[in-house]
């Protein structure tokens, strides 16, 4: 009790004022209050210095950096998409539309607003089947450089099941769309195929050599064969720009009342329009009077040059091409043994045969190695050269002895087509005269001004024969070349075109495609006036030409006296036409053996020629036939020549106006490129 006392007493004796713990307590708090405010100084000063920064780093931003932020938030608001421009349209002379584009919808990707491409497409593959082309496809334009946030193209032309897969899925594909555009259209399919061309999908191989500020990331096809391909620079127009604003998963903004978020634009620049010779109505029937068989048809306007009809059986529809095709398809097109693919009318190489004799015998009379009156006696159908063994034989030899033609002039020999007498004319001619005489013709080189990748054909010289077969010119060699055999390859478009020459009385014209369209592609295609061939002489061409009146129209006057077409298609005709038959061998036959067709295999049988034009004495078409492996030019080949003209030359006859010359004008107009068409 007591020490509780005193504990007590000691207590409030050291809390009097004046006392050691008082003073203590009081330091104590003291202390503890500076610390605190310093603290607090400190917090406050540092919480001012991050304001200050704060307001440095937004002042920064704001006056110096505000362009670059800009920008970039434009970028992430605003997206440039290309427009690809319109193709332009194919017309042929009356108007008909060769090459059209129709609406098509297609699935695209903006690959920075999809994140992960793979899963992407992995997204679309479960919706909707990509092929390996598609991907292929997909996957070079990705690689090119390009406009950020530009479209891909996945795949073209979708079906409305696919585009409502993509559609339904919408809220789950972002930077996916479906956007409206065109593809080409083909409306005559294979018939004009080899003629028109086509387009095809831009390839891996194709980006690396075209111009990217050309052909943008809008841009699908590219002209691959024939016409489409030649004129691809006119025909693809100019790509627009469209700027457009997008939300957060990159879809167009739509500012309701069916606005859409178009910010601004430049219209891209359609491509031309052009007007081609070529008759569709003729073409169809050349293709028609072809049937299945192989081969070709080529027509000209011998006025112009402009191609009227250009047929290749088998074709191919070019609308299959367009998008792509699936691989099955495409490797059975691609390895038939039909080649269906191959334009055998400007690629095609094929010995010209007794078509070639026309421009022999001009030869000769050139050279003053004979004359229209100069006559051989052919006793038995064959030739042999000063101390050989060799018999080079006529179409008409027998083993018997009996296929001799008798006396035989140049004019007989034209319509017989005597293989003796023209033996004698290339015998008679000194080494490459004939060559350099039928090069006037355009035999040897690519003549036709607007024909993409036309085969210039071979015309051997002692010069070529040397250096492509390591041997000389031999006298036989002559002998072989006046037949139009031996090395000799030329196209059913060169020999059409040689044709025109003749029709022409010696004025020589290029082919081509084109009638008209914007007045820069005119002048590109205009040659001036070329040269007439040198040598023969106005009465020279004014006989061959009755010559080759009298294959058609001699009749009636015994077989060794009628001309080789007569009987197949010169009986009723009501116009005046003026050809040469053509049998081109294939195969090699035994001295002592005749020609048996039925004998051989179809691919080793002789292809059949014939070559025409009419009205005889004032030309308005020409034509070349080839059959491949057909057998007889008159029999085979001829019939199919007369359907062409007698297609062509008929309704025009059947009218009281004069002919009107393909270099008019037809009256359609043409809006886009104001030009005209006449009918």
């Known amino acids: 009790m007591v020490g509780m006392q005193w504990g007590r ?161 919408r809220h789950r594909l972002q930077g996916i769309h479906v956007t409206s555009d065109t ?51 006119s025909l693809h127009g100019r790509a627009g720009l469209s700027r457009v604003e997008v939300d957060a998963h990159g879809q167009i903004h739509d500012r309701g009342h069916g606005d859409d978020a178009e910010l601004s634009e430049y219209e891209p620049l359609p491509g031309k329009n052009i007007v081609l010779h070529l008759d569709s109505r003729l073409q169809i029937a050349a293709a ?21 009809a250009m047929v290749s059986i088998p074709g191919y529809d070019p609308n299959l091409f367009v998008t792509g095709m699936d691989d099955a398809l495409y490797r059975e097109t691609s390895e038939s043994p039909a080649k269906p693919l191959f334009n055998r009318a400007t690629n095609g190489l094929y010995a010209p045969g007794s078509t070639f004799k026309p421009i022999v015998g001009l030869s000769a009379l050139s050279a003053g190695t004979t004359d229209w009156e100069k006559t051989i006696n052919d006793t038995n159908g064959e030739f042999k050269l000063p101390n050989q063994s060799r018999a080079y034989r006529d179409w008409n030899w027998t083993k018997s002895g009996t296929g001799g033609q008798g006396v035989v002039d140049l004019h007989r020999a034209v319509y017989r087509s005597s293989n003796v007498y023209f033996y004698h004319l290339g015998a008679s001619l000194e080494v490459d005269v004939l060559p350099r ?40 060699d002559n002998v072989n070349l006046s037949i139009g055999q031996g090395y000799m390859l030329v196209t059913p478009l060169q020999l059409v075109t040689a044709v025109a020459v003749i029709a022409n009385r010696g004025r020589f014209v290029r082919p081509r495609m084109l009638l008209s369209s914007d007045p820069n592609l005119l002048t590109r295609l205009d040659v001036g006036e070329l040269p007439r061939i040198a040598g023969p002489t106005s009465e020279d061409w004014e006989r061959l030409v009755d010559a080759m009146e009298a294959v058609v129209h001699r009749g009636n006057q015994g077989y060794l006296q009628n001309g080789t077409a007569w009987a197949h298609i010169g009986r009723n005709l009501s116009y005046r036409m003026a050809a040469k038959s053509g049998t081109a061998q294939v195969v090699g036959i035994d001295q002592e053996e005749e020609y048996d067709e039925d004998e051989l295999e179809e691919h080793l049988r002789k292809h059949a020629w014939f070559v025409a034009f009419a009205p005889a004495d ?35 006859l059947a009218k009281s106006d004069p002919v009107p010359a393909s270099t008019a004008s037809p009256h359609i107009e043409i809006a886009s490129t104001g030009f005209r068409l006449d009918r």
């Open 9 to 169: 007493f000691k207590f409030a004796l050291n809390m009097r004022p004046g006392g050691d713990g008082s003073d203590r307590i009081l330091k104590s708090a003291q202390q503890e209050s500076n610390a605190f405010m310093s603290r607090t100084f400190v917090m406050l000063l540092v919480i001012a210095l991050l304001f200050a920064l704060l307001i440095a780093r937004l002042g920064w931003l704001t006056v110096f950096k505000h362009d670059e932020y800009h920008t970039i938030s434009e970028d992430n608001r605003i997206q440039d998409i290309d427009v690809a421009a319109t193709r332009g349209r194919i017309y042929d002379r009356h108007g008909d539309v060769l090459a059209d584009n129709r609406p098509a919808f297609s699935i695209v990707m903006v690959p920075e607003d999809v994140g992960d491409v793979e899963a992407g497409l992995a997204e679309i593959g479960m919706l909707v089947e990509l092929t390996d082309e598609e991907l292929d496809a997909f996957h070079a334009r990705l690689a090119r450089k390009r406009r950020p946030h530009s479209r891909i193209s996945v795949k073209l032309d979708i079906s409305p099941e696919e585009r409502a897969a993509i559609e339904v899925n």
């Open 618 to 652: 004032d030309p308005r078409i020409a034509v070349a036939v080839l059959v491949e492996n057909g057998g007889s030019g008159s029999e085979v080949a001829g019939p199919v020549a007369r359907e062409v003209i007698d297609a062509y030359l008929l309704p025009i």
């Open 288 to 308: 028609a009077a072809l049937g299945q068989r192989r081969g070709a048809v080529v027509a000209l306007d011998p006025r112009s040059g402009g191609i009227l």
């Open 437 to 476: 005489f039928a090069a006037q013709f355009g035999f040897g080189e690519v003549t036709s001004l607007d024909v993409a990748d036309a085969d210039p054909g071979i015309l051997p010289t002692a010069e070529w024969k040397a250096g492509a077969q390591g041997e000389p010119w031999y006298p036989g």
């Open 183 to 233: 593809v080409r259209h083909y409306p005559f399919g294979a018939v004009m195929s080899h003629a028109v061309g086509s387009v095809r999908r831009i390839t891996e191989e194709d980006l690396r050599r075209l111009d990217p500020n050309v052909y943008t990331s809008a841009t699908q096809f590219i002209g691959k064969r024939g016409v489409e391909a030649f004129y691809e620079e």
